[in-house]
């Protein structure tokens, strides 16, 4: 399984046309693999989703869907889940079954005072009434036999405790998800996209979830559990980055920086979305050897352990490899201009000698007249013209070839050029490991 990520933080680089196309030249790729599940393209801009709608695919659930259900077992399950462990030993103390200082029951009355009160506004229960009427005594109420005064009494007789736990179990089952029904397989083009189709983080509830957590570890693992069941997986990243899943990254096995040539502001960009993800990585990396990483990315990368082992995942970080595709080149100058600004920028920061040897030239596409989002034709160009789908075939070689040879930041940007330009006519490439004299 391998996760690649299309990043570039500037709107309209390219990162969804090429997503697209890349997924189709890895499923060509792989195809005499006959791998059953080899790609997935996912739609990771959870504010304005758009790969549904271009290739005109449309799954049973999406995220809109993911993210309601998610937000049931969050809030709903773990709010009844809590109600009945506090009323069953009040209900218990009040029949006599256990005494006044029973563990369980203080236990109950500690979480009774500190249960989160704004939960009853989330809740639909149709006992929301007699329960939420016995949480506003709750400065009444400092010891069990407090429980047993007269209007206490008169409460409990309205509480269906029974009934609370067949609600909590309805909500329990229908809080699991079945990733199938969010995959959509296209058969025409024999990859599978996963995604959104309506702005997910539209909804005012789900833009304060993203952020929380409880929420954003379940979201996380299900991304995981996608993962898994595919050969390789393209993530599409939103213009700006995806600073609220930061812990996404750990399970990012290539990252790809969508470079937009024809654009030097978007260049800047660019260069620095790979530089601030150069950042994330290397105190990522450190926190994880040190044993210091806390909260979402300790509990994220616990798991990675349980299902890979400790080896694979300290391997998967170490190994971590960064790529650049070149979008929308006119000519050979603007390659070079991108090339010397970034070796420029790492240079200053101290990190070029440290990264140009990781840092590989993927690929190359030039700008192109049939490729038109606006209204949807060409965005799928692959195998419709031959020029891109050369260059796209190149991007897919040197992702699932581990021998094939793609030149590194320390090239000359002669060098890059021409093993990128000749790769995709002639299949051309350079001997490996030879050495730039200079960044030309
Ligand atoms: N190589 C290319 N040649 C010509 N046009 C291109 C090329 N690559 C992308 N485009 C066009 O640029 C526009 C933006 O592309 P795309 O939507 O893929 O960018 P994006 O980075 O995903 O944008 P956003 O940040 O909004 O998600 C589209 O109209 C697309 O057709
Ligand atoms: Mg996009």
């Not at 009434?129 to 109420?141: P, T």
């Not at 213009?239 to 399970?251: D, E, P, R, Y």
């Not at 000698?353 to 209204?375: A, F, W």
Request: glycine share 6%; charged share 25%; aromatic share 10%.
């Amino acid at each position: 399984m391998a996760v690649i990520a299309i990043i570039g933080h500037k709107g309209g680089v390219g990162k969804t046309t090429l997503s697209i196309n890349l997924a189709a030249a890895l499923t060509k790729a792989l195809h005499s693999t006959k791998t059953k599940e080899p790609v997935c393209l996912f739609d990771l801009d959870l504010r304005l989703p758009t790969i549904t709608d271009i290739l005109h695919s449309h799954p049973q659930k999406t995220f809109f869907n993911l993210f309601e259900v998610l937000a049931n077992r969050t809030y709903q399950v773990g709010f009844l889940q809590d109600l009945y462990q506090i009323l069953v030993p009040f209900q218990e103390y009040k029949a006599g079954n256990i005494p006044k200082d029973n563990p369980r029951l203080l236990k109950s009355i500690a979480k009774y005072k500190n249960l989160n009160e704004e939960l009853f506004n989330h809740s639909e229960f149709e006992f929301g009434d007699q329960v939420h009427e016995l949480f506003l005594m709750r400065a009444d109420i400092e010891r069990p036999s407090d429980l047993k005064k007269g209007v206490v009494t008169q409460l409990f007789k309205c509480i269906d405790i029974k009934k609370i736990k067949n609600i909590l179990r309805e909500y329990e089952e229908s809080g699991q998800v079945d990733i199938d029904e969010y995959i959509s397989f296209i058969k025409e083009y024999g990859f599978s996209i996963l995604g959104g189709e309506v702005p997910i983080l539209g909804k005012r509830s789900h833009r304060q979830r993203i952020n929380e957590p409880e929420f954003l570890a379940l979201f996380l693992q299900f991304i995981q559990e996608v993962c898994g069941k595919f050969k390789h997986v393209i993530l599409d990243t939103p213009a700006g980055g995806v600073n609220h899943l930061s812990s996404i990254m750990n399970s990012i096995d290539q990252v790809l920086f969508v470079f937009d040539v024809s654009n030097t502001i978007a260049v800047k960009g660019s260069i620095d979305a790979l530089h601030t993800f150069i950042d994330y990585y290397e105190d990522f990396f450190a926190n994880y050897k040190k044993g210091h990483l806390t909260g979402l990315d300790k509990s994220y990368v616990d798991r990675l352990i349980t299902i890979k082992g400790e080896k694979a995942v300290e391997q998967a970080l170490k190994t971590k490899k960064m790529g650049i595709i070149f979008n929308r080149s006119q000519n050979n100058n603007e390659v070079t201009w991108c090339l010397d600004q970034l070796r420029t920028y790492l240079e200053t920061l101290n990190k070029y000698e440290k990264y140009k040897d990781r840092i590989y030239i993927t690929g190359m596409l030039p700008n192109h007249k049939v490729v038109n989002i606006t209204n949807n034709r060409g965005t799928l160009f692959y195998d419709k013209d031959k020029t891109l789908s050369s260059r796209m075939d190149t991007i897919a070689k040197n992702i699932t070839d581990p021998n094939s040879f793609c030149p590194t930041l320390r090239y000359s940007n002669a060098e890059i050029i021409s093993s990128l330009e000749k790769k995709s006519k002639l299949g051309f490439s350079l001997p490996f490991g030879r050495i730039a004299s200079s960044a030309s």
